[in-house]
C-alpha cells in the first residue's frame, strides 16, 4: 500500500531515486490506503482498503466514483458489459436518465434484446414492439401477459396474470402440454374495465380455443352455476305477478338436472287450477303430461284433479292462495319427473300435494307456472332455482 503526490522534486541521486519508487509504487497499487490520498487529480483511482472498494476521481476532480468492490464481486458503473451464456448484460445511464438494464441474445441486435426503462419503470423490447410490464411509483406490477413455468419445457403448468385496455382482466391457472395446448380453469371480470366498475366475476374452465363460465358472481355478489358445476343453486329474480295468465322463466342453461318452482301466496281470479309446464327451443309442451294434485284436510277431507296439459297444482277456488314449491328432476335423457307441496294460505288445515312427469322433445330451456283456464294472477311471488 502507498500513496505519493505524483510529483518527483528536485534532489540528489540517492533521494531522487527513493521519491521515485514512492510515485512508481502508489500506481502500482492504485494509490491504495485506508483513507483517501492527500493531493488527487482528476480521473485518479483510489484502492479503498477500509471500504474495498475501487474509486475513481470524477473529471472535475472534485468527487470520487465507486467503480466496483476489491474482491472482484461488485461492480459499479456507467456502462458493463460481461459476457454470459453468449448474452450480454449492459447497465447504461441511457440518453434520457437512469440506469437501464439491457439483456441481449446471441447479436446485439435490437430484435434480441429486452430493456427495462429506468424512466418509466416498463420491461419491454428496445425496439417498442413488445411490452412486458412495468412498475407503478407505489412498486405494483403490472403485466400484459406473464407465466410461471413449472416442469420441462415441454409438459407444463403455468399461472398467468393478464390485463387488457381494451377486454377482461383474468387470473388463469393452465395445465396442459404447452402454451397454446391446455386445459385450465381462470378468474376473470368479464365487464370491459372502466374507472371504478363493478364488474361480474366470472370463474370458468376450458382450454387454449375457449372459456367457458362454470360460476359468476355479480357486483352485488350473487353467485350463479353458468355451466353444470355440480352442488351449486342458481335462484333466479322472483316474480310478482300482475293480472296475467302465466309466468314464465325463460332461456334457462342447459346443463339443468334439477329445476324446482316456489311460490308464496299466489291466487287465481276465478275457479282454474294451476299448471307447470317445461320448454324445448322456447316452445313449451301443452301435451305429454301425466300429473295429479290432491288435498287433505284436518277433518280427513279429500279431493283432487288430474291433467296432460301440465303438471296440474289444485286451486279451484278463487278465494285460496297457495304456498310451496314444485321439484323436476331429469331421470333420464329428456325424462322429467316431479313432486311437490303446497299448503291453502287462507285455510292451514287444507294441505296439498302433487306428482307428474313428462318426457320432452329436446333440452329443457324453460318453465311456465299458468292458469288451467283464463283465469289471471291476483296475488302472490314466483321464483325458481335451479342446478347441474
Do not use: C
Not at 31 to 50: K, M, R
Not at 276 to 287: E, H, P
Amino acid at each position: 500500500m502507498a500513496q505519493a503526490d505524483f510529483n518527483v522534486a528536485n534532489q540528489s541521486g540517492a533521494g531522487f531515486r527513493s521519491d521515485l519508487n514512492n510515485q512508481l509504487l502508489a500506481l502500482g497499487t492504485l494509490s491504495s490506503g485506508g483513507s483517501a490520498p492527500s493531493t488527487t487529480y482528476a480521473y485518479q483511482f483510489w484502492a479503498d482498503t477500509t471500504a474495498s472498494i475501487l474509486k475513481q476521481r470524477n473529471g472535475a476532480n472534485s468527487a470520487w466514483i465507486s467503480k466496483g468492490t476489491l474482491d472482484g464481486y461488485t461492480l459499479y458503473g456507467q456502462e458493463l458489459r460481461p459476457t454470459v451464456d453468449n448474452g450480454n448484460l449492459v447497465l447504461s445511464g441511457g440518453g434520457t436518465g437512469g440506469a437501464n438494464i439491457e439483456l441481449y441474445g446471441p447479436t446485439a441486435a435490437t430484435a434480441n434484446q429486452a430493456y427495462y426503462d429506468a424512466v418509466s419503470h416498463e420491461f419491454r423490447s428496445v425496439d417498442g414492439a413488445t411490452s412486458y410490464g412495468k412498475f407503478t411509483s407505489g412498486g405494483t406490477f403490472y403485466v400484459a401477459s406473464a407465466s410461471l413455468g413449472v416442469g420441462t419445457s415441454t409438459p407444463r403448468g403455468n399461472l398467468s396474470v393478464g390485463t387488457s385496455s381494451t377486454g377482461a382482466s383474468t387470473l388463469s391457472i393452465h395445465l396442459g402440454y404447452s402454451a397454446s395446448d391446455y386445459y385450465g380453469f381462470r378468474f376473470a371480470n368479464t365487464n370491459t374495465p372502466t374507472a371504478n366498475a363493478a364488474g361480474t366475476l366470472a370463474i370458468q374452465r376450458g382450454t387454449a380455443a375457449a372459456w367457458v363460465d362454470a360460476v359468476t358472481i355479480d357486483n352485488v355478489g350473487l353467485l350463479t352455476a353458468q355451466s353444470g358445476l355440480s352442488g351449486a343453486v342458481t335462484r333466479s329474480t322472483a316474480v310478482t305477478p300482475g293480472a296475467v295468465t302465466s309466468v314464465t322463466f325463460s332461456s334457462l342453461p342447459t346443463w339443468i338436472k334439477r329445476i324446482t318452482v316456489h311460490f308464496t301466496g299466489i291466487s287465481l281470479s276465478g275457479t282454474d287450477h294451476f299448471l307447470i309446464r317445461l320448454s324445448v327451443g322456447g316452445t313449451f309442451a301443452t301435451t305429454g303430461y301425466v300429473s295429479s294434485s290432491n288435498y287433505t284436510t284436518a277433518g280427513g277431507a279429500t279431493g283432487g284433479t288430474s291433467s296432460t296439459a301440465g303438471t296440474v297444482m289444485l286451486a279451484g277456488n278463487a278465494a285460496n292462495t297457495l304456498t310451496g314449491s314444485y321439484t323436476f328432476t331429469n331421470l333420464t335423457g329428456n325424462t322429467w319427473v316431479g313432486t311437490g307441496t303446497h299448503i291453502y294460505d287462507n285455510d292451514s288445515t287444507f294441505v296439498g300435494s302433487e306428482a307428474g312427469k313428462v318426457t320432452l322433445s329436446g333440452t329443457l330451456d324453460g318453465i311456465r307456472i299458468l292458469s288451467s283456464g283464463s283465469n289471471t294472477f291476483d296475488a302472490g311471488t314466483v321464483n325458481i332455482t335451479y342446478e347441474g
